[in-house]
């Protein structure tokens, strides 16, 4: 199993930029892809973004591409979500979750989740 605490939401002024963080703690990190998701209130959850276990691939939704970069550090068991140019749409809870050997889009396909971290982008 593995753990996942996110931190480093807020509110920020659109335009803003903030950083998400994904501290993992269990068994090897470096075994599972790592993957950020979000929910607004009154929608579905939906994919923002992924890292390959390896951190030699990334994927992004086409909603937040070219402004989201998603990232790890293995040796530290993190993996970060760095959001620039936010606009009031990117208002959510944002998950961070982990597949072993995962490289997944699909929040089905994730075992373990984060218990969100709240962004707030005002306009």
């Known amino acids: 199993q593995v753990q996942l605490v996110e931190s480093g939401g807020g509110l920020v002024q659109a335009g803003g930029s903030l950083r998400l963080s994904c501290a993992a703690s269990g068994r090897a990190f470096n075994n599972y892809g790592v993957g950020w998701f979000r929910q607004a209130p009154g929608k579905e959850r939906e994919f923002v973004a992924a890292i390959h276990w390896s951190g030699d691939s990334t994927y992004y939704s086409d909603s937040v591409k070219g402004r989201f970069t998603i990232s790890r550090d293995n040796a530290k068991n993190t993996a970060s979500l760095q959001m620039n140019s936010l606009e009031p749409e990117d208002t959510a809870v944002y998950y961070c979750?982990?597949?072993?050997?995962?490289?997944?889009?699909?929040?089905?396909?994730?075992?373990?989740w984060g218990q969100g971290t709240q962004v707030t982008v005002s306009s």
């Open positions: 979750a982990a597949a072993l050997w995962g490289f997944r889009v699909r929040a089905g396909d994730y075992g373990y």
